[in-house]
């Protein structure tokens, strides 16, 4: 069981609006054309990027190209077993996954790719809280370097990208308003937020949910400009590892 002062004493001694310690590391993956591995604090995410020269059978007709994403945990990525997930899953991680796609086409612009889906692969292999945002951080830096090397294979005449997307979460607990919650932390909010956003400071998707209390405007605005201050600073480590000009 989760130690009830979390909130009092979070890991590292860290402020209530600082992120914890985040790393990309490029290239991770030999056979990937673009790889990541997103560590938030102990959260550890391994994205890759593939790309295929064929479209789902319902995009075929419109002449663009598709990005999509896949996530899983993997068995030994929390404290107890994790069952692994086939095709047909449903519930969490099919949402996760979705998200993920979502957050990427948003700054894909998907005519300048040519007739090809870019898969983009999400494996936790640590799991401390944060797995989606982390996810969809390292996803970015992995698709950026995918399309990069077709850019340089010649395939496509330049980067089809529109910018960059980062996400983090955000919540109350203990009556706080803390950023980039770790489990003990997540697991005793009462109210819990996730928020992607990109480069321009424009947002993708807010999720957010009372989860032991509603809340109020005032709540829900110092969130989002909390949230907004850090994917400002993920963005700019994601410009840093790439080297991406929008």
């Not at 002062?5 to 991770?28: F, K, N, Q, Y």
């Not at 998907?110 to 898969?119: C, F, K, M, R």
């Not at 969130?223 to 850090?230: E, P």
Request: overall charge negative; some cysteine; aromatic content about 4%.
């Amino acid at each position: 069981m989760a130690d009830d002062s979390c909130a009092r004493e979070r890991s590292g001694g860290r402020a209530e609006d600082e992120m914890r310690p985040v790393t990309l590391t490029r290239g991770v993956m030999k056979n990937a054309l673009g790889s990541c591995l997103a560590e938030f604090g102990d959260t550890r995410v391994l994205c890759s990027a593939t790309i295929e020269e064929t479209l789902p059978a319902w995009r075929k007709a419109s002449r663009q190209g598709w990005v999509t994403a896949e996530y899983a945990m993997l068995p030994a990525s929390t404290n107890t077993r994790t069952k692994r997930e086939y095709k047909g899953r449903k519930g969490r991680s099919m949402e996760i996954e979705r998200l993920i796609g979502r957050s990427l086409r948003t700054v894909v612009n998907l005519s300048a790719l040519g007739e090809i889906t870019v898969t983009v692969d999400c494996d936790v292999i640590q799991a401390d809280g944060g797995t989606r945002t982390a996810s969809v951080t390292g996803a970015w830096v992995a698709l950026h370097d995918a399309l990069s090397a077709w850019v340089d294979a010649g395939r496509i005449a330049r980067l089809p990208l529109t910018g960059q997307v980062a996400a983090i979460s955000m919540g109350m607990v203990e009556g706080r308003l803390l950023l980039d919650l770790d489990y003990p932390e997540d697991s005793h909010a009462e109210i819990d937020m996730n928020l992607v956003g990109t480069n321009d400071g424009r947002i993708v998707e807010v999720q957010g949910t009372g989860e032991r209390t509603p809340f109020d405007r005032a709540h829900l605005d110092s969130l989002l400009d909390m949230g907004q201050s850090a994917i400002a600073r993920l963005v700019q480590l994601q410009d840093e590892v790439t080297g991406f000009t929008a």
